[in-house]
């Protein structure tokens, strides 16, 4: 079992940055791949960034590459999204959400056992 909690969101202008964190309970989250999903008012969830479970490979959707970066640190079960250059559009529920070991597609939210409650993201123009 794995419990997830995020925090760091807030109001930013554009251009800004902010830095979501995901403290995780469970003697087995470094095993988890972990990743960030985002869903704005009366759109889909989307997939943001994910990381392996040792921290070696990362993925990030197009829209936020270059922009947005993740990390784990597996010692404090904590995974982290970077979040710089924030547009407008960016403004959404950010969902922390863990995978178990063996997962085949990090962008599908459906291959997550676990989720956060959210935190909300607001960029202003």
């Known amino acids: 079992q794995v419990q997830l909690v995020e925090s760091g969101g807030g109001l930013v202008q554009a251009g800004g940055s902010l830095r979501l964190s995901c403290a995780a309970s469970g003697r087995t989250f470094n095993t988890y791949t972990m990743g960030w999903f985002r869903q704005a008012p009366g759109k889909e969830r989307e997939f943001v960034a994910a990381i392996s479970w040792i921290g070696r490979i990362t993925y990030n959707a197009d829209s936020v590459s270059g922009r947005f970066t993740i990390s784990r640190e597996n010692a404090r079960n904590t995974v982290y999204l970077q979040m710089n250059g924030l547009k407008p559009e960016d403004t959404a529920v950010y969902y922390c959400?863990?995978?178990?070991?063996?997962?085949?597609?990090?962008?599908?939210?459906?291959?997550?056992?676990?989720w956060g409650q959210g935190t909300q993201v607001t960029v202003s123009s």
């Open positions: 959400a863990a995978a178990p070991p063996g997962i085949t597609s990090v962008t599908l939210g459906d291959k997550y056992n676990y």
